[in-house]
């Protein structure tokens, strides 16, 4: 029985220290720039197709308002952001393989655009921005990048373009948690980025029995440099 306890105890305290994950920390300097994922209204706006789910999780979190607050400091410090947005068009649909929310998002018609050189449709569509963000993506300090197909950035030129204007560090947030940002955090992360995320200006659907924003959060925890707050981050900006 004493050898059990003595066992117990010691596999206890081994949990207990991974338990204690380190937090390499990050250092906002002239070589960080900001990523913002799917700002788009399908995400953010009462009307887009994916509120019903995403809706609690963005109210919440205030993401609305904390993305504005990413843009703001940015354009305030003229610091360079990048935005990966996500469109779907007509040749998209005729894909034959396809994962759950890949076919889904087919489905609904998420992000949908009627031409990849003509913008016929755009405005105000659930492909199109926040409203509010408007006036900060056709500033001079964004740098929208060629859409992401799935979740991730492996289909863009995000990488690219954050190399060639000579960044290594990245604050990331947009939408969704669970899906394109953690998939960015992590391509980046295998790409040689260092990369921090803000955790309230993103959101996750909420569906019976499944929180995907809290089970992103952990992953950022776990993979990510450090993990700020909106407040947090734009404080350290401020500096």
């Excluded at 499944?210 to 404080?235: D, L, P």
Aim: hydrophobic share 40%; aromatic share 8%.
């Amino acid at each position: 029985m004493k050898r059990i306890v003595i066992i117990l105890v010691v596999i206890l305290s081994s949990l207990g220290a991974y338990a204690q994950l380190p937090d390499p920390g990050f250092t906002v300097d002239s070589r960080t720039a900001i990523v913002i994922t799917d700002p788009q209204n399908d995400f953010l706006s009462p009307n887009g197709v994916t509120w019903g789910v995403v809706g609690e999780s963005v109210t919440k979190n205030g993401t609305v308002k904390n993305i504005d607050e990413l843009f703001k400091i940015a354009k305030k410090k003229n610091m360079t952001v990048f935005v990966s947005p996500h469109y779907y068009y007509k040749h998209d649909h005729n894909w034959k393989i396809e994962g759950a929310l890949e076919a889904l998002m087919h489905k609904i018609n998420m992000f949908d655009r009627s031409h990849t050189l003509k913008t016929d449709g755009f405005e105000g569509s659930g492909a199109d921005w926040l409203d509010q963000y408007k006036k900060y993506i056709d500033a001079e300090n964004v740098i929208v990048t060629n859409p992401h197909k799935v979740y991730g950035p492996e289909s863009n030129d995000l990488a690219l373009q954050l190399r060639k204007h000579g960044f290594d560090n990245v604050i990331l947030a947009g939408m969704s948690a669970n899906l394109c940002t953690e998939s960015h955090m992590r391509d980046l992360v295998e790409s040689g980025f260092r990369v921090a995320v803000v955790s309230d200006a993103t959101a996750g659907a909420i569906l019976p029995g499944m929180n995907a924003y809290e089970a992103a959060v952990v992953n950022f925890k776990m993979i990510a440099s450090h993990v700020y707050t909106t407040k947090e981050i734009v404080s350290e900006i401020n500096k």
